[in-house]
């Protein structure tokens, strides 16, 4: 019998490799952009042909996204992140021995899915793993995970873009790009063995009333093995309250997600998702290489790779503080800079930037129509702005936006919910790959405020309609959505969980834990009966 561990932290650590793969596949092409081995072999694509083979992952992560619900709920989240790893290994080995665009371009569709699916279904997964104290934590351990695949990747990219005479060797080998696209294949087999040795999600259990796993699964996380812990007795108590009103309301359907009260959280998440792209942070991710360029910067590469280290620094103060600290303030503050430091690094290229015409173009920058010429203080300042911005996602909407829609829905459409704003990541995603290219070729320094005004609407937009989260279980967030406040106002303190907890351990509540496969039996005292429609319900 293969040995279980019961470690919260270790677990969603993880499981958040598959958002490493994620952010394998963002830096998957920044690295090789700049290298004469992908330039000639491929031969030399731009513009929309370079957007058509960036945005073939994230078409695949489309699908995967959408597809990704059916395999979770029915064979169990634990189970669908190993077949996304088994889709990122064949996605991996047809893109290192990619002969043409057209194969490489089915490799990334086909590495896509995986990330569709990991990226829909491992905060899933963390979030019903971990207690509601910790549960923005582990689960930013997601985006932790991205930053360090991009940070990972992109240097294993740097490092083979060496090979041969260095990144503008005419007859540079294909190994420059081959080996890091090779090497991404290992953290998905690690993934896949290692899963074996997590536990199966408590709440998907129960949602398939195997409840006596579920307990199990439920004391080892929360009760050091003991299924009588009345830590354990009362989230039990609450999966167990949840499911059954869920069962009387049917909700289980892709129709439920269209009901009234369940619409505007779907909505809500689907939102966050699509904000998190538009916010801009695909420019600095997928085609940092370009901006830099668009800078004037001595060496595009090595000043890109400092993003990176930053983003994943700046992404631990998040992990750390969002459960004290809160969603909402996240979402805000995070907004508002972001679209403060676009408007400068787009007023900036404005107002010193010139096109790249014959005069000034030469091969490192042959890219890009539009350049910041002979002003290092310039370009230093679009630098910096582009280093702010990268900080200010990284401690804000990079963690809460797998979060705060991996939190929000209930057990039986949770699945289901998620995978349709993880789509909408995706969607954008798609989009963006496509179009930034196009963009930074046509419009030049206005696509900045593009996205300085997208996020100006996020603000607004999260000002209105996300009510905050923490602190409350997966099963009262009916409650939070449900009272009837505007979003704006304080959401009460202190959960219904912790009262059930001090009930248990007062013996006004006994819960009898399921030993058996016949249903659950609940034994009340005669306090509990008279508390019950007040305290309890």
């Known amino acids: 019998m293969v040995h279980t561990t019961y470690n919260v932290y270790f677990i969603c650590s993880f499981a958040a490799i598959g958002g490493g793969l994620f952010g394998f596949d963002i830096s998957s092409m920044s690295g090789v952009l700049g290298t004469m081995a992908y330039k000639r072999y491929f031969d030399f694509p731009k513009s929309y042909r370079q957007g058509a083979i960036t945005c073939a992952m994230p078409f695949g992560s489309l699908a995967g996204a959408l597809a990704s619900s059916f395999i979770a709920d029915k064979w169990s989240r634990r189970t669908s992140i190993q077949v996304a790893s088994c889709f990122w290994v064949l996605g991996s080995i047809i893109q290192c021995t990619s002969v043409n665009i057209g194969m490489l371009v089915v490799g990334r569709i086909i590495a896509g899915i995986c990330v569709g699916i990991a990226s829909a279904i491992c905060p899933v997964y963390q979030a019903e793993i971990a207690p509601k104290e910790i ?7 997601q985006q932790w995970a ?21 990144a503008d060797d005419p007859n540079q080998p294909t190994s420059a790009f081959r080996i890091p696209w090779g090497i991404q294949l290992i953290p998905a087999v690690i993934l896949f063995f290692g899963m074996f040795f997590l536990p199966k999600s408590p709440r998907w259990l129960a949602s398939k009333d195997r409840w006596e796993e579920a307990i199990t699964v439920l004391a080892g996380l929360h009760g050091g093995g003991d299924v009588n812990h009345p830590k354990v007795l009362a989230e039990y108590q609450e999966i167990e309250e949840a499911l059954r009103f869920e069962r009387e309301e049917a909700i289980s359907s892709y129709r439920q997600l269209a009901a009234p009260r369940m619409l505007k959280r779907v909505i809500l998440g689907m939102s966050i998702q699509m904000w998190s792209q538009l916010c801009g942070m695909n420019i600095m991710m997928y085609y940092i290489v370009y901006v830099m360029e668009g800078a004037n910067i001595a060496s595009p590469l090595l000043t890109a790779s400092v993003q990176y280290i930053l983003n994943v620094a700046l992404t631990l103060p998040a992990i750390l503080y969002l459960d004290r600290f809160g969603r909402r303030p996240a979402l805000l503050i995070g907004s508002f800079f972001m679209m403060t430091f676009l408007f400068i690094v787009g007023a900036l290229q404005a107002s010193y930037g010139i096109p790249n015409d014959a005069s000034h173009k030469n091969d490192k920058n042959s890219d890009i129509t539009w350049i910041i010429y002979d002003r290092k203080d310039v370009s230093k300042a679009i630098v910096s702005m582009t280093y702010l911005f990268v900080c200010t996602f990284a401690t804000t909407w990079g963690p809460t936006s797998w979060t705060y829609p991996s939190e929000i829905y209930p057990t039986k459409i949770r699945a289901k919910a998620v995978s349709l704003s993880t789509a909408s990541n995706w969607f954008w995603n798609c989009v963006l790959a496509f179009a930034v290219p196009p963009l ?98």
């Open 440 to 537: 930074l070729t046509h419009i030049n320094w206005k696509m900045y405020m593009i996205f300085a005004t997208f996020n100006g609407a996020a603000f607004i937009h999260m000002f209105l309609t996300a009510p905050e989260t923490k602190g409350k279980t997966l099963e009262e967030m009916d409650e939070v959505f449900d009272s009837g406040q505007p979003a704006w106002k304080t959401v009460p303190k202190g959960s219904r969980l912790d009262q059930l907890e001090k009930e248990i351990e007062a013996g006004n509540l006994k819960i009898v834990a399921p030993h058996t496969h016949a249903a659950p039996v609940h034994e009340k005292s005669a306090t509990a009966e008279h508390k019950e429609h007040t305290d309890i319900l």
């Open 146 to 166: 991205i930053t360090w695949g991009i940070l990972i990747q992109y240097f294993i990219q740097y490092g083979a873009s060496h090979v041969g005479g260095g």
């Open 135 to 141: 549960r923005g934590r582990v689960v930013s351990l």
